[in-house]
Structures are given as C-alpha cells and as structure tokens.
C-alpha cells in the first residue's frame, strides 16, 4: 500500500514558524481544506513528543464531532504521514492517546458537562480548540484557566520548560465573533478594551490555493460556485461584513450541525413545501418549489433530513414530494397555499391519493415565522443533518429588518413551515409573544402622539 503523503507548501511553513513563535495564542483561518487542522495537530505530537509526561488536550464544541473529524481522521492521517515510526496508543474509552515516553494528548467536546470536567480538571501545556467559530467566549475562557503544566524539553543540550501555547483554527465567521476581536482588532470582546499583550496573540490566514498540491484538481472550481457568502468564508477565508439583525449566523449552524451521521430515531417526519409559479417547460425565470425534509428526533430536536427544492412545475416537484413521504415513511406534508390555492393539495393528492396534507397560510410576514425557528435553531433544537449550501445561504439572509437574499428564499421557507409544524406550541408561544411586544409599541407611539398634539 502507497504511503499518503502530505506536501508542506510555503505558506504551510509559514503557518508553522507562527505556531511555534512566542506569541502564546496562534490563530490559523482560512477557507476550508487548507490544512490549519493538520498542522496544528502535528504541532501538538511534536511538542508531545519533545516533553515527557506532558498532557495536551484537543477541544472542539461537540464531542461527536472531535471524535469523527480529529480523532478518526486527521489525528491517526498525521501518525501516519509526519510519524510512521512512533508508536501510540489511542483509548477508545476516555478518548486520550498516549506516547511512549507517557505524553498523552486528550480529546473531548465542550457540549458534554461530565466529560468537561473530566478534561478541565487537568493540565495542559498545550490546549487547542478546533473549529474556534463554534466556541462560546466563555468556554474558551474556562478553557484558558488549565494551560497551566509546567514541563520539560531538552534543548540545545539544556532542559527548559516547554513554552504553554493556546492553538486555535477556524473557517472564519463574522467580524461579530470574539475570535475577530480578539485576534484582528486586538481588544477584550467583553468590554473592548486593548489587550494589555497585544503581542501573545497572533494569526495567519491559510486558504485552500495555499494547499493546492494535497486538494484534489478540481477542489477549488467547487468552491468556487458556492454562493457568494460561503465563498468569501470557504474560499477566501475573509471574515464577514456584520450583518445586523441577523436570524441565523453560520457559526451558530455549523455549532449544531451533524456531522457525523449520528441521528435518533424520528418521532415524526413532515415535508415543508413551498410553491413557485415554475411550469415544468421554460421556467428558467422562474423560483424553485421549496421542498425540505424535517424530522422531530425522539431527543426532542427537529433535523433537516434532506433538501429537495427544484425548479420545475407541479407534475415534476409533486413526485418528487411524494416519493420523498414514502421514502421517510413521513407523517404529512405542509404546504403554502397562499400562491397557488388549493394548487398544492391538488397536485399532492393527483400523484398520491390520500397523502395526509396539512395547508398553511402566510398570514404573517416571512420574518415574523421566521424568528421563532431561528430561536430554536440558536438553542440546537433545530439542526442541519449534514450540509445544504442553497438552503444555509437563505437561512443566514433573514434579518429582523427583512430578507436580505438575492432571490425568494423558498428553501429557508419549505423548512420554516415543517419545523412549524412540529413545533407548533413553542411557536405559537413566540409569535403571541411578538404580538403582545409589538401592541405595546403601537400603544406607547400613539401615547407619545397624544401628548404631543
């Protein structure tokens, strides 16, 4: 068997003089694939391996997500391409690996409390969070307070105490992020003051071109028809304008996001469906049917399953809904009857009688239903069960002051109305909520009126 190999680029070494000089905490961000992860994991078994009985810990927000994306993937990649000649040991149970000269390099997720403690009640002298986008400040401040071991590396001849460094990586989110502030515009992100050692932080930027020669050819042509947000993120690695009054931000969908597979059973399976006025020849003008796939988990989080919005008209989407009801063995489909009337219900029933249909009407601006859903998804009560760009962009194109998108956002809606649907007292709760906030202020602007008439 060929020995996978790994090509360090320039701007590779450049990234790893920055994690190895005196700045205590090291950004790498960039777009994805470009390498940040793996050197910063072969940063920390270099250092494993120069300090005996040293203990390093690798932090991601979930458990299930570190375990898949570090410790079956890029960890044993790295042992095998930077290390084939050192032995370790990997336990499967506390998720630790161990070096012979009794380093050991822990892996745990923030979202789990016992295995947090576990994991914070040691020391590291060297802790690095991955995917630093999806990190609360407050977690990587609790984190902060166990780089504290104190060891030993020979050098030069001389034992001197390893360096404690603070790796961090991330494809970057918005300028509205902590690790924004902290590492670019050098302040506090809790009350914005300079940092009193602007110089222990520091940060390289590495994008997918910098990886080229371990990315397969036609990886940065992918990226590059992304929509236009992810490629600024993905491809460019840039940090986002701030978009103010946001309902969704990617860092908060990537945080819940489901990586690995990992899903519970389904209580109930709805389809959202969201109509357009697409005839099934020359709609090119047209938008697409909305047609997601929600699922309520029995851990009590509903899942987007699958996004099957098309453009097309009713005798192509109206299969495509239908097939999808009997593949999930779903429970009904919820659809928009605004546009087209009692269109949707015809087209369901023609291409499956008796498919159980539920109509609802969008008697409420598209941000109004929307902030319910979004305030869910920010608790992790809705997530995505893999990764759908189209509907992502849409969703992250909601503001309190309207949509923001390019065009109709049918995904974002499809999805809006079967998460509804299987919330439906949590979202009746909120929007009786907005109602109530929203007559206070029509009261107290006709009060203000009256007195100064």
């Not at 391996?49 to 570190?66: D, G, K, P, Q, Y």
């Not at 570090?70 to 960890?75: A, E, G, H, N, P």
């Not at 919820?334 to 546009?339: H, I, M, Q, R």
């Not at 390019?406 to 909520?433: C, H, Q, Y």
């Given at each position: 068997?060929?020995?996978p190999?790994?090509?360090?680029?320039?701007?590779?070494?450049e990234?790893t003089?920055?994690?190895?000089s005196?700045a205590k905490?090291?950004?790498l961000?960039?777009?994805?694939?470009?390498?940040?992860?793996f050197?910063?994991i072969r940063?920390?078994v270099?250092r494993?391996?120069a300090?005996?009985?040293?203990r390093?810990?690798?932090?991601?927000?979930?458990?299930?997500?570190?375990?898949?994306?570090?410790c079956?993937?890029?960890f044993?990649?790295?042992?095998?391409v930077?290390?084939?000649?050192?032995?370790?040991?990997?336990?499967h149970t506390d998720?630790y690996?161990q070096?012979?000269?009794?380093?050991?390099?822990?892996?745990?997720?923030?979202?789990?409390?016992?295995?947090t403690?576990?994991i914070?009640?040691q020391?590291y002298a060297t802790?690095?969070?991955n995917?630093?986008?999806?990190i609360p400040?407050?977690?990587?401040?609790?984190a902060v307070t166990?780089?504290?071991?104190?060891?030993?590396h020979e050098l030069h001849g001389t034992q001197e105490?390893?360096?404690?460094k603070?790796?961090?990586?991330e494809?970057?989110?918005?300028?509205?992020?902590w690790?924004?502030r902290l590492f670019?515009r050098?302040?506090?992100p809790?009350n914005?003051?300079?940092?009193?050692?602007?110089?222990?932080?520091a940060?390289?930027?590495v994008?997918p071109?910098d990886n080229?020669?371990?990315l397969?050819?036609?990886?940065?042509a992918?990226l590059q028809s992304?929509?236009?947000r992810m490629?600024v993120?993905?491809?460019?690695?840039e940090f986002a304008?701030?978009?103010i009054?946001?309902?969704w931000?990617m860092?908060?969908?990537?945080k819940?996001r489901v990586?690995?597979?990992?899903?519970?059973?389904m209580q109930?399976?709805v389809i959202?469906?969201?109509?357009s006025g697409?005839?099934?020849?020359d709609?090119?003008?047209n938008d697409?049917?909305?047609?997601v796939?929600?699922?309520l988990g029995?851990?009590?989080?509903?899942y987007?399953?699958?996004?099957?919005?098309?453009?097309?008209?009713p005798?192509?989407?109206?299969n495509i809904?239908t097939?999808?009801?009997?593949r999930h063995a779903?429970?009904?489909?919820?659809?928009?009857?605004?546009y087209?009337?009692?269109?949707v219900n015809y087209?369901i029933q023609?291409t499956?009688p008796?498919?159980?249909?539920?109509?609802?009407?969008?008697?409420?601006?598209k941000?109004v239903?929307a902030?319910?859903i979004?305030?869910?998804a920010?608790?992790g009560?809705i997530r995505?069960a893999g990764?759908?760009?189209?509907?992502?962009e849409?969703?992250c194109?909601?503001?309190?002051?309207?949509y923001v998108g390019?065009?109709?956002?049918?995904?974002?809606?499809?999805?809006?109305?079967g998460?509804?649907e299987?919330?439906p007292?949590i979202?009746r709760?909120s929007l009786k909520e907005?109602q109530?906030?929203r007559?206070?202020v029509?009261v107290?602007s006709a009060?203000?009126?009256?007195l100064?008439?």
């Amino acid at each position: 068997m060929t020995q996978p190999s790994f090509k360090v680029t320039e701007k590779q070494h450049e990234a790893t003089r920055t994690l190895a000089s005196v700045a205590k905490h090291c950004l790498l961000y960039g777009g994805s694939r470009s390498g940040k992860t793996f050197l910063i994991i072969r940063a920390i078994v270099i250092r494993a391996l120069a300090a005996a009985h040293s203990r390093h810990a690798v932090l991601r927000f979930r458990f299930n997500h570190v375990k898949q994306s570090i410790c079956l993937d890029t960890f044993p990649k790295v042992m095998r391409v930077c290390f084939p000649e050192v032995q370790f040991k990997l336990d499967h149970t506390d998720w630790y690996a161990q070096f012979p000269n009794e380093s050991q390099i822990w892996f745990g997720g923030l979202d789990d409390k016992e295995r947090t403690e576990k994991i914070l009640g040691q020391e590291y002298a060297t802790i690095f969070l991955n995917e630093t986008s999806q990190i609360p400040f407050n977690s990587r401040n609790m984190a902060v307070t166990r780089l504290a071991q104190k060891v030993y590396h020979e050098l030069h001849g001389t034992q001197e105490q390893l360096r404690l460094k603070m790796y961090y990586d991330e494809n970057p989110p918005s300028q509205a992020h902590w690790s924004y502030r902290l590492f670019m515009r050098k302040v506090d992100p809790d009350n914005g003051r300079p940092l009193l050692d602007p110089e222990n932080y520091a940060a390289l930027r590495v994008n997918p071109e910098d990886n080229i020669d371990n990315l397969p050819a036609d990886y940065l042509a992918t990226l590059q028809s992304l929509p236009s947000r992810m490629r600024v993120r993905f491809l460019k690695g840039e940090f986002a304008d701030i978009t103010i009054g946001a309902l969704w931000g990617m860092e908060s969908i990537d945080k819940w996001r489901v990586v690995d597979g990992e899903l519970p059973d389904m209580q109930r399976i709805v389809i959202g469906v969201d109509p357009s006025g697409s005839d099934d020849v020359d709609n090119a003008g047209n938008d697409e049917t909305g047609i997601v796939v929600c699922g309520l988990g029995t851990d009590g989080n509903g899942y987007v399953l699958e996004d099957l919005s098309v453009k097309a008209g009713p005798k192509t989407w109206g299969n495509i809904v239908t097939t999808a009801f009997d593949r999930h063995a779903a429970d009904k489909v919820v659809g928009e009857v605004n546009y087209g009337g009692a269109m949707v219900n015809y087209v369901i029933q023609t291409t499956r009688p008796r498919t159980p249909f539920e109509s609802v009407t969008a008697s409420r601006g598209k941000v109004v239903r929307a902030e319910p859903i979004s305030s869910l998804a920010e608790q992790g009560k809705i997530r995505l069960a893999g990764n759908y760009q189209q509907l992502e962009e849409e969703l992250c194109s909601f503001t309190q002051n309207g949509y923001v998108g390019t065009d109709s956002p049918n995904r974002a809606d499809a999805m809006i109305w079967g998460m509804t649907e299987l919330f439906p007292g949590i979202v009746r709760k909120s929007l009786k909520e907005q109602q109530e906030v929203r007559h206070l202020v029509d009261v107290e602007s006709a009060s203000q009126g009256w007195l100064a008439a």
